[in-house]
C-alpha cells in the first residue's frame, strides 16, 4: 500500500505590505491665555481713561480760537485785497508769509550752500524736521505746518494749565490759558511759526522741573534749544529753580544735573552749521551780514523804536507797537519779581534783554509772546472784573487788527 503523503501546512509566502509613511502629528495648538485676550481691550480701555483725563475745555476753548482765527484771517483777505480766495491752495498760501515760507522751504528742500536758501540756517531745524515728518503722510507741507502749531498749541495751553494750577487756583490757570490764546501775538500760534512748539517744549520743561522729572526737563530743554536760541535761557531760569527748591528743602538731588543737557540743543545746532558750511558759527555771519543784526546794548535798539514814531504811516505805526510790546515786557519783568517764582522771573528777564539786545529790533509783539508768565501775570489782576474786561478787550482787538493785517501781506511777526 501506498503512503499517503502528509499535506503540507505551510502558507504560500505573501507579498511584503508596502510600508507605510510614519504619521507625522500636527503641533499642537498654543494655547491663548486669558491675559492675550484681555490686552488689545486693556490697551483700549487705558487709551479711554487717558482721553477722559485730558482737559477738553482747553482743548475746545484752543480749537475753537484756532477756527475763529482762520474764518476771520480769511474775510480779512477777501475786504482788505478786495480779491477772492480762490482753491484750498490759495487759501494756504494766506498763512505762509514771512519767516513761515523759510521754514516750510527748509522742510520741504532741507538746509541748502547756496543762493538765497543758503541764509536759512539761521533757523532753527526742529520746527522744520517736525513738518517733514507729518509730510510723510499729508504729502503737503502747508498743511503740515498748520497741524503741527495745531498740536503743539493744544500741547501748550495744557502745559501752561498744569504749570499754573501748581500754586494758583484753577480760575487763574483757566484765564492765563485764555490770555495766552487771545494775546495780539498770538496769530503765531496759528501760522507757521515756531512759537507754539517752543512754548510747548519750555513750559513743559518748567513743568517737569516743578515735579522733580529733571532728566525730562532737560531734555525738553535740549529740544527747546533746537527750536529757538531762547531755549538756553533755560539753564539759568532752571538753574534758579534748583536754588530756590534747596533754600526751602536744604536737599541737594544729584537729578538737578540734567539741567546741563539742555546745552546739547544748541551743540546739535552748532554741529548742523558745522555739517552744512564746514563753519559752527556761520548763523552769527549771515545774522550780521545780510540781516544787519548784531548783539548791542538794550538802548541801541529801543532808541531806533522811538525813532520811528517820528515816521508817518505804517511804519511809524509799526515802531509804536514794537515800542508798546518792549514797554509792556519790561513792566512783566519787574512784576514777576514781584508776584512770581523766582525762576519765572529770570526767564522773563532774559528773554527781554534776549530779543532787545540788538541793533534791529523787530517783531516785538511775537517775541513778547514767549514770555508766559506775563499771562499768569495778566491772570492775577483779572481777579478784579474791570481788568478781566481791559485786558480782554484789548487782547481781541488788536489780534483782530494784527491778524487782518498778517493775512493782507503786511509785516507783522
Known amino acids: 500500500m501506498k503512503k499517503k503523503t502528509a499535506r503540507s501546512t505551510r502558507k504560500p509566502p505573501t507579498k511584503p505590505e ?3 509613511p510614519p504619521m507625522v502629528e500636527a503641533p499642537a495648538a498654543t494655547p491663548v491665555t486669558v491675559e492675550e485676550i484681555a490686552e488689545p481691550k486693556e490697551l483700549q480701555e487705558r487709551l479711554v481713561i487717558y482721553l477722559r483725563r485730558l482737559d477738553w475745555d ?26 477772492d480766495v480762490g482753491g484750498f491752495a490759495r487759501w494756504l498760501t494766506i498763512w505762509n508769509r514771512w519767516d513761515a515760507t523759510h521754514y516750510v522751504d527748509l522742510a520741504q528742500n532741507g538746509y541748502q550752500t547756496a543762493g538765497d536758501a543758503k541764509y536759512w540756517i539761521i533757523f532753527y531745524p526742529l520746527f522744520p524736521w517736525l ?17 503741527v502749531v495745531a498740536v503743539a498749541s493744544v500741547a501748550a495751553g495744557l502745559l501752561l494749565k498744569k504749570l499754573v494750577k501748581l500754586d494758583y487756583s484753577e ?24 512759537e507754539s512748539v517752543f512754548l510747548a517744549l519750555a513750559i513743559g520743561s518748567f513743568l517737569a522741573a516743578r515735579k522733580d522729572q529733571w532728566a525730562l526737563a ?5 529740544l527747546a534749544c533746537l527750536t529757538r536760541i531762547n ?19 536744604r536737599r541737594w538731588p544729584w537729578q538737578w544735573l540734567w539741567i546741563g543737557f539742555i546745552g546739547f540743543g544748541i551743540l546739535g545746532y552748532l554741529l548742523l552749521n558745522y555739517h552744512v558750511f564746514s563753519n559752527p558759527f556761520m548763523f552769527m555771519t549771515f545774522r550780521r551780514e545780510h540781516f544787519f543784526q548784531v548783539m548791542s546794548w538794550p538802548w541801541v535798539g529801543i532808541k531806533d523804536q522811538v525813532l520811528a514814531l517820528r515816521q508817518s504811516g ?21 512784576w514777576s519779581f514781584i508776584k512770581l517764582r523766582p525762576s519765572y522771573a529770570v526767564w522773563m528777564a532774559c528773554n527781554w534783554l534776549l530779543f532787545v539786545s540788538t541793533t534791529f529790533i523787530l517783531g516785538a509783539v511775537r517775541s513778547t509772546l514767549i514770555l508766559f508768565p506775563l499771562f499768569i501775570l495778566f491772570s492775577l489782576l483779572s481777579v478784579h472784573k474791570v481788568w478781566y474786561a481791559a485786558i480782554t478787550v484789548w487782547s481781541l482787538l488788536f489780534l483782530a487788527l494784527f491778524t487782518g493785517l498778517y493775512a493782507a501781506g503786511h509785516f507783522v511777526y
Open 171 to 194: 480760575e487763574i490757570a483757566n484765564h492765563a490759558v485764555w490770555f495766552l490764546f487771545i494775546f495780539p501775538g498770538s496769530g503765531a500760534l496759528h501760522t507757521p511759526f515756531t
Open 58 to 83: 482747553v482743548i475746545g476753548m484752543v480749537l475753537a480760537i484756532k477756527a475763529l482765527f482762520y474764518l476771520y484771517g480769511t474775510q480779512a483777505f477777501q475786504v482788505l485785497t478786495n480779491s
Open 231 to 249: 531755549g538756553l535761557v533755560l539753564m539759568p531760569a532752571l538753574g534758579v529753580e534748583v536754588g530756590y527748591q534747596y533754600w526751602k528743602t
Open 314 to 334: 505804517e511804519a511809524g505805526a509799526r515802531g509804536a507797537q514794537d515800542l508798546f510790546f518792549i514797554i509792556l515786557g519790561f513792566a512783566g519783568v519787574v
Open 131 to 147: 513738518i517733514r515728518i507729518v509730510a510723510v503722510v499729508f504729502d503737503n507741507y502747508i498743511i503740515s505746518a498748520l497741524i
Open 218 to 222: 532737560g531734555l525738553l530743554g535740549a
Open 18 to 20: 508596502p510600508e507605510k
